[in-house]
């Protein structure tokens, strides 16, 4: 693969998944705040969450199989084209007069269940695109666009959603993903040989995917990771735009704010990833974020002022690159690439599962006990889980397996004051 030739594939997929994302995220956040100022319910929050999430993860059953059985640039167009017809569609029907909130909720669903599919296609293309010395950077990249995008969207979506409603914002939503699947269609992308064969059952592939998973120790132990950090974590975050309503007013440009402060956050940490971080240590960077998620999960509902509340949310914002790029450049770089769509698609469950059970139990406590209380019990408890499991010996193994991998290749080095984040 000649400099030119990758390049030129990355500047096409980053272009147009940047386009599809963009009108996904403005989409996404219009219908959280519509529901949130609708009906100022935890347990309406709570249904989005799980409308959200939970058909994601059970179709990433199938999707991650199908990753490693198709030709994942055609399987990614499919799923985006799904994706944005269920949009125009609702699009259709609210602008008829229906807009009852299941009907909401169930295009939510319907689109979540075309994200099961797409996700981790588009996690698995990425290393066959990108020269592996220069994988941790791109990742860092595209984690960077998609933290200028929490940071345009929401402004976007609060002046759309304000001024015309829900409908003008889906219309938006179809036509970037119409834009994103045409740009995709120009990146060159190889079916691999496991791909073309496809002879296995899809249970024989789901069955080979968790057996890899259960060997490798490494992967393993970030999905637990993973699962707690969405669940204790991510999950309490849906109900922040409530605290918002309850505690400070409900007016649009406050949940704007309030997502422009993660945005900010997001990108800062995306550009630190991409650029000083990139060569650091992967397992160093996971472990300084999800200790960090704790304090700030606690800090946030300690908060008794909005722009502290703020100042927390774009601290949040900050440590998700650090958590999110070196874990998908680990598993990317430890996991064989025949794998990776079965890897991801077990990765997409666990994120996709983690929240809506997680908002199950957080989204009916929020009608009962403060948001407050919520966030700073969830954030203790994260911190504590994440320490039992970097001291239990299987994890203080893989810890040093991962750091043994990562000083092992030639663009490696050490994130400074790693050694005080790790665990002995």
């Not at 099961?116 to 990249?141: D, F, K, S, Y």
């Not at 402060?261 to 940490?269: E, Y």
Request: hydrophobic share 60%.
């Amino acid at each position: 693969m000649t400099t030119t030739h990758w390049r030129r594939n990355v500047a096409l997929f980053l272009t147009g998944q940047t386009m599809s994302l963009f009108g996904s995220m403005i989409a996404q956040y219009a219908v959280m705040w519509w529901v949130t100022l609708q009906t100022r319910s935890g347990l309406a929050v709570a249904l989005y969450a799980v409308a959200a999430f939970l058909p994601q993860g059970l179709m990433s059953i199938f999707g991650g199989v199908l990753a490693d059985r198709m030709n994942r640039r055609l399987l990614v167009m499919i799923a985006d084209g799904a994706i944005a017809a269920a949009t125009l569609a609702l699009a259709l029907l609210m602008a008829s007069g229906v807009n009852d909130l299941w009907i909401v909720l169930l295009a939510v669903a319907v689109r979540s269940l075309g994200a099961g599919v797409q996700t981790p296609a588009v996690q698995a293309m990425i290393p066959q695109i990108v020269p592996g010395e220069h994988l941790m950077r791109v990742n860092g990249i595209f984690q960077t666009i998609q933290s200028a995008m929490m940071l345009i969207a929401p402004a976007a979506a609060g002046a759309i959603f304000a001024a015309f409603g829900l409908v003008p914002v889906f219309f938006l939503d179809a036509v970037t993903a119409v834009i994103g699947i045409g740009l995709l269609a120009l990146v060159t992308v190889p079916t691999l040989e496991r791909a073309a064969e496809a002879s296995a059952s899809y249970r024989q592939d789901l069955t080979e995917g968790m057996r890899y998973i259960r060997t490798q120790p490494i992967v393993r132990w970030l999905l637990v990771v993973y699962a707690v950090i969405f669940l204790l974590t991510v999950a309490p975050s849906f109900v922040t735009p409530l605290m918002v309503a309850r505690t400070f007013g409900s007016e649009e440009w406050m949940l704007a704010v309030l997502e422009i402060a993660f945005g900010l956050g997001m990108l800062l940490g995306g550009v630190l990833v991409s650029t000083v971080l990139a060569k650091r240590s992967r397992i160093g960077l996971i472990l300084v974020a999800v200790y960090g998620f704790g304090l700030v999960t606690v800090a946030l509902g300690l908060s008794g002022n909005l722009w502290v509340f703020y100042g927390f949310m774009f601290m949040f914002g900050l440590l998700v690159p650090l958590f999110s790029t070196p874990f998908m450049t680990l598993i990317q770089e430890t996991v064989e690439p025949a794998m990776h769509g079965r890897v991801f698609s077990y990765v997409g469950i666990v994120m996709a599962l983690a929240t809506p059970i997680g908002m199950v139990v957080f989204g009916p406590l929020a009608d009962v006990v403060s948001v407050q209380v919520l966030l700073m019990g969830a954030g203790l408890a994260a911190i504590v889980v994440i320490a039992i499991a970097a001291r239990v010996p299987s994890g203080r193994a893989t810890i040093a397996a991962a750091r043994a991998h990562t000083t092992s290749r030639p663009d490696a080095d050490t994130l400074p004051g790693d050694e005080t984040v790790s665990c002995r």
